[in-house]
């Protein structure tokens, strides 16, 4: 079956700092890639997504590339910023699942200090 | 509205008491999913639609859950004689259509406390 890991966390950073949240993904067929954010009290929202190997999403400044050899695709960003606080959901949809759902990570939650 | 709505946003019930969650998609969209959130399970896939047939229940935890979309539009998850294992955010997601490379977009989630 289809699963996803993702980092445990939390990751605390300070403002400026580097960002890089590992995800590693196991499927049957060909899955699509994404990165979702939840920010507190708010529901998820799709931050980027990759349809093929070696696609790069990128968004607000995040960038994640599909990496098949690797079965990864982990998010960075070069300069975080304290709104980036939030948790990171990385998920797989895949097309020979019929239904297409999602196949979520156990999310890594990100804490920006000033 | 411009994404997807559901209702109520907050819930509190009794235990063994049965309750109703609705989902309202973003217009136009074929597919619509149904997740839950929990401490200790994380994101799991419940059930999902594609017009108003759902081909896939697999994901549904129990035959106390169901649920059902009507006119290709809005759809209602009931969970009967509720239980606490099933306090969680339920979450409703759609997209344009089934396939992979189409983004599902989430509505703010229900959630639901039993007590």
């Known amino acids: 079956g289809n699963s996803v890991t993702q980092m445990e966390g939390p990751v605390t950073l300070s403002e400026e700092a580097f960002l890089t949240i590992n995800c590693t993904y196991t499927a049957t067929g060909y899955p699509s890639l994404f990165w979702y954010v939840q920010y507190p009290g708010e529901g998820l929202q799709l931050l980027l997504k990759a349809t093929k190997a070696d696609d790069k999403g990128s968004n607000k400044g995040f960038e994640a590339t599909y990496r098949k050899e690797t079965t990864s695709f982990h998010l960075e960003k070069g300069s975080v910023q304290v709104s980036d606080s939030a948790v990171y959901f990385c998920?797989?949809?895949?097309?020979?699942?019929?239904?297409?759902?999602?196949?979520f990570g156990g999310g890594t939650r990100l804490m920006v200090k000033p | 509205g411009a994404g997807v709505s559901q209702s109520p946003s907050n819930k509190v019930t009794e235990k063994g008491k049965d309750v109703e969650l609705r989902c309202d998609p973003i217009s136009g969209h074929t597919a619509l999913y149904w997740y839950r959130q929990s401490l200790g399970q994380g994101l799991e896939f419940l059930i999902y639609f594609q017009g108003n047939s759902a081909p896939d229940k697999s994901g549904l935890p129990s035959d106390r859950f169901s649920a059902e979309r009507t006119g290709g539009s809005v759809s209602t998850l009931t969970i009967q004689r509720t239980q606490q294992e099933d306090s969680a955010v339920y979450l409703c997601?759609?997209?344009?259509?089934?396939?992979?490379?189409?983004?599902?977009?989430f509505g703010d989630g229900t959630r639901l406390s039993i007590l």
């Open positions: 998920a797989l949809s895949d097309l020979n699942n019929a239904g297409n759902m999602l196949t």
């Open positions: 997601a759609s997209s344009l259509e089934r396939y992979s490379n189409q983004p599902q977009h």
